[in-house]
């Protein structure tokens, strides 16, 4: 069952523009991961985020944690074609360091 | 990358057979994992490790099992193969202390016949 949802599913964005992704938990959570994975390949670590309200920049991506720890959001500002691929999240509900990831959300990004 | 290597990175046999994918690191990190991902399911834990010769199950662990005897290698054995665990396999890392990431390998493509 899939415990972490992600939304969108899928999107399109052009080149230039900015895109959301938002990861959200029934539970709250001990820690929340953002990872990206292109196409046949292993999946790279991209934020941890773990106290409530937290809020993580690297280049052009930024991540929150929702004070109640339960929803995450991804967001990338003025996308190129480098940020396309599969964004997932993947959370730790149990304090156990075992995560559970959601279904994932593609972007693709238009020149 | 996190020295983490997965082999074969590609596999195809047929239904009933054994099949033993393995996950090799240099990075001597306690933890272990061995994922699934599936369309539409993401990635599902199937067993996991936290130290030699200490393994658990995750939530998908029927029909598979593990073994860790060295701190740089963790197994996954598919005992007699079905086609419903034709997938991509993923094994990953982590190091210990609370605020540590896991790492992922490359990834294992097994198709069941």
């Known amino acids: 069952s899939q415990e972490l949802e992600q939304s969108p599913q899928s999107l399109i964005v052009q080149e230039g523009k900015n895109l959301t992704i938002n990861c959200t938990s029934s539970?709250?959570?001990?820690?929340l991961y953002w990872y990206k994975q292109k196409y046949g390949e292993g999946l790279i670590f991209l934020m941890m985020?773990?106290?409530?309200?937290e809020e993580k920049s690297h280049e052009k991506i930024t991540a929150k944690l929702d004070e109640k720890k339960q929803q995450s959001s991804l967001h990338i500002t003025a996308s190129q074609p480098s940020h396309a691929g599969i964004y997932l999240c993947?959370?730790?509900?149990?304090?156990?360091?075992?995560?559970?990831f959601g279904a994932g959300t593609t972007v693709t990004v238009r020149a | 990358d996190a020295g983490i290597t997965q082999s074969p990175r590609h596999k195809v046999t047929e239904t009933g057979t054994p099949v033993t994918l393995r996950c090799h690191q240099t990075?001597?990190?306690?933890?272990m994992y061995w994922y699934r991902q599936d369309p539409g399911h993401g990635l599902r834990l199937i067993h996991y490790?936290?130290?030699?010769?200490?393994?658990d199950k995750g939530e998908v662990s029927d029909g598979y099992s593990v073994s860790r005897s060295k701190t740089e290698d963790f197994l996954l054995t598919l005992e007699s193969a079905t086609s419903s665990q034709t997938s991509v396999y993923f094994c990953?890392?982590?190091?210990?202390?609370?605020?540590?990431?896991?790492?992922f390998g490359d990834g294992t493509r097994l198709s069941i016949l």
């Open positions: 990953a890392i982590r190091n210990d202390g609370s605020n540590q990431p896991q790492h």
């Open positions: 539970k709250t959570l001990y820690g």
């Open positions: 985020l773990q106290k409530g309200g």
């Open positions: 993947g959370a730790d509900k149990s304090n156990d360091y075992k995560l559970s």
């Open positions: 990075e001597n990190h306690r933890y």
């Open positions: 490790s936290y130290g030699v010769k200490d393994t």
